[in-house]
């Protein structure tokens, strides 16, 4: 059997990707460790307090274990493996959720954790878990009858039969990026291979690449990698494994530093540039495109540009020199002419407006964030509180039947000896006395019955008003927290935007000085060097 998992967040894409059945596989709930039967709710909730009770981003754990077609699992089977796999991964405790993908080609299992520990508020860290993954398939193996499927660590591992673990030469990621592109990870790594061999450097290598339409970019963990004209970013190394690889790689791409490249973010921008102005140049050539004839004739060609020229000189009249008038004074600044009633509106800065709605999302999904958190935090209080109720309940309703019994008690207590033999003698000879002893009796515990329903009727609102007045002040606090959490988003979009309207101006105030330089370099080479002084 094989195991396999790793943290990740995206509790709905989770979800949907769990359930769905328009593979062709047949999805299963196995097992749900939560009060509602509704995976994505469980998953956003597991996620809300993850994130917002310890500021993590992956608050799941998502595992999937695996076995050959000969062999079929039954029910119990399938959550004894998630069991054994909470086990080893030390998660035994936390919430889970198991569906059974099945009717496909490979039937398997997926096993979903909270990474939060409710009590302590602490992550799971999901350190060495691959030698934790093969320590529970060992176990499943061993207990189910299973072959024994090699693994890479020394819990499952021949280093005899093994001394080169096969590593995979593709992983799921580079499948769904295939799906995405049209264009398999071995047709690319031949086209980057291709493109490399005619290259004698780095350089011309990378000019290459940019003809072949890919941007050389610095990776995050990477050195260098490829992002093409629809963003994706694509490992050089790894493509280029077939042809060149390890030190010959540093060796071929020594001199090209990648600090001076840009960003993968960058180069995305670039990309979409370059597609943009492809657009707008493609449009404006058809725009200006012109339209053939329909007699057939010739268009004119084209004269020169210097008779062009020389055309347009005769046709235009000289201009006249202007009359002199008052000079302008240099204090006041001349009227600009009338603003036209059609005239364009002020262009748009587009960074701006997406540094606005970059902190708009952001502000978006925390309160989505958050509004799940309270959701969760509403229900288990309110679980709390009926716990409590129930249980305050149940100790009144004690106490009231020790009361009755005790009413009970001393109606049926008999006086011993000389008295007792006297009760009954006058019992016996007054039977009118004995009858209103008995219904004295059932009037006081008629009394006691009235007063102790009124007495729990009380108790109980009593308990409602407070549960409500406990469930008003949870609201309260998390409307406060709310105000504050959006306050904070105000500030920060208000600090963000002054940034960057000081560093706008800043960079236009240096442009200005630069362009002012310029032109006072330019009119001092124009008027020449100053004329010599005169001898004595």
């Known amino acids: 059997m094989i195991v396999k998992g790793k943290v990740r967040s995206g509790p709905e894409q989770l979800a949907a990707y769990l359930m769905r059945t328009d593979d062709g596989e047949r999805a299963t709930l196995l097992e749900l460790q939560y009060g509602e039967n509704d995976l994505r709710k469980a998953l956003i909730d597991w996620d809300a307090v993850g994130c917002n009770g310890t500021r993590s981003e992956k608050t799941l754990y998502h595992a999937q274990i695996a076995w050959e077609t000969k062999y079929q699992l039954t029910k119990e089977e399938c959550l004894r493996s998630a069991q054994i796999l909470a086990e080893d991964l030390g998660m035994a405790n936390h919430p889970r959720a198991v569906v059974l993908h099945d009717g496909g080609d490979k039937p398997h299992l997926h096993v979903v954790f909270m990474r939060a520990d409710i009590d302590t508020m602490t992550m799971w860290q999901d350190y060495k878990n691959y030698v934790k993954h093969e320590r529970a398939s060992f176990r499943m193996e061993k207990e189910f009858g299973h072959d024994l499927v090699p693994g890479k660590h020394k819990v499952k591992r021949d280093r005899k039969k093994q001394p080169e ?251 011993k000896g000389i008295k007792g033999i006297l009760d009954a003698i006058e019992n016996r000879w007054n039977p009118t006395l004995a009858a209103e002893k008995t219904k004295e009796r059932r009037r006081e515990t008629a009394l006691l019955k009235r007063r102790q329903e009124k007495e729990r009727e009380d108790y109980l609102a009593l308990l409602e008003q407070n549960r409500q007045l406990e469930l008003e002040n949870l609201k309260e606090r998390q409307a406060l927290r709310l105000q504050q959490e959006q306050r904070k988003h105000a500030e920060e979009q208000d600090r963000n935007i002054r940034d960057y309207e000081e560093s706008k101006r800043i960079r236009e105030r240096m442009k200005a000085e630069q362009l002012e330089k310029e032109l006072e370099r330019n009119e001092s080479l124009r008027e020449g060097p100053p004329p010599p002084e005169l001898g004595k």
């Open 165 to 415: 673990f096969p590593r995979a030469e593709s992983s799921h990621a580079d499948h769904q990026q295939a799906a995405r592109t049209e264009m398999s990870l071995e047709e690319r790594k031949a086209q980057i291979v291709a493109i490399r061999q005619p290259c004698d450097d780095a350089h011309a290598f990378k000019n290459a690449l940019e003809e072949a339409g890919y941007v050389l970019a610095r990776g995050d963990r990477r050195g260098f990698v490829l992002v093409d004209a629809d963003g994706e970013v694509y490992s050089l190394s790894k493509h280029l494994a077939g042809d060149i690889k390890g030190k010959a790689f540093k060796e071929f791409m020594a001199p090209i530093d990648p600090e001076l490249l840009p960003t993968v973010d960058d180069a995305k921008e670039l990309q979409r540039q370059h597609t943009v102005a492809k657009q707008e140049a493609r449009a404006a050539q058809e725009q200006h495109e012109p339209v053939a004839k329909s007699d057939g004739q010739p268009e004119p060609q084209k004269q020169p540009e210097a008779a062009t020229d020389a055309a347009k000189a005769k046709q235009e009249p000289s201009p006249q020199p202007e009359e002199k008038g008052i000079e302008a004074s240099k204090f006041f600044r001349q009227q600009s002419p009338a603003k036209p009633a059609d005239a364009a509106p002020p262009p748009v800065d587009e960074a701006l407006e997406a540094l606005k709605k970059s902190l708009a999302d952001r502000q978006a999904k925390e309160m989505e964030k958050w509004a799940d958190l309270h959701a969760y935090e509403q229900r288990q209080f309110e679980f709390e509180l009926d716990k409590l109720v129930a249980g305050k309940t149940a100790d009144f309703d004690a106490i009231q039947q020790q009361e009755r019994n005790a009413l009970k008690a001393r109606h049926a207590e008999k006086r």
